[in-house]
């Protein structure tokens, strides 16, 4: 004989909610962080560069540094990738840019480099003040010899291949998400 037992059950819509919300938080800071990860080891610490289509090499360690990862207060996105330096660069009609160094390792594209000539080799000028950069620039160009080098680079991405690689692994961090409150 078969014996059948019904339970009622009930489910508290605000509690399930939040514990939903800070399952997903914990899932999205989670990826996030496997994301960068995956970003930062890519890079390769050498002198040499790196070949297109490969991760770029990290000469100074700056962009494996700056690789951060910040979760949107709602909770609902996460965004990873490198963060702006104060670094100047330019743009193909010489206006100072800035932040543009990281996306055109990704995606490849031209930038105008400011070189000046120091110690008998060009060096990019170390431009890094916000508000003295232009002073600074035209100073330079006023006691040494300067030049625009118009540099195109082609891609070495990062941040979408550790995507990529990552996204088989994304859904095991929502793996039991909702636990008990």
Do not use: C
């Not at 540094?65 to 490198?82: C, H, T």
């Not at 963060?83 to 010489?94: H, P």
């Not at 291949?161 to 929502?174: C, N, Q, S, T």
């Amino acid at each position: 004989m078969l014996d059948v037992k019904v339970k009622a059950l009930f489910f508290d819509r605000a509690r399930l909610e939040r514990a939903a919300d800070r399952g997903n938080a914990r899932a999205l800071s989670k990826a996030g962080a496997f994301i960068r990860t995956r970003a930062r080891s890519s890079l390769r610490s050498r002198k040499r560069i790196s070949e297109p289509g490969q991760p770029p090499s990290s000469h100074s360690g700056i962009l494996k540094k700056f690789l951060l990862f910040a979760r949107d207060e709602s909770g609902q996105s996460v965004v990873i990738g490198p963060a702006k330096t104060n670094q100047v660069f330019f743009d193909k009609d010489r206006r100072p840019v800035r932040g543009t160094v990281p996306q055109i390792l990704e995606f490849g594209g031209q930038i105008t480099v400011f070189e000046v000539f120091k110690n008998g080799r060009w060096q990019r000028a170390d431009l890094r003040s916000r508000r003295g950069a232009l002073d600074k620039m035209r100073q330079l160009q006023r006691t040494a010899q300067t030049r625009y080098r118009m540099a195109t680079l082609k891609p070495r991405p990062f941040m979408g291949p550790a995507l990529e690689d990552e996204r088989e692994h994304l859904p095991e961090a929502w793996a039991g998400v909702i636990r008990d409150a």
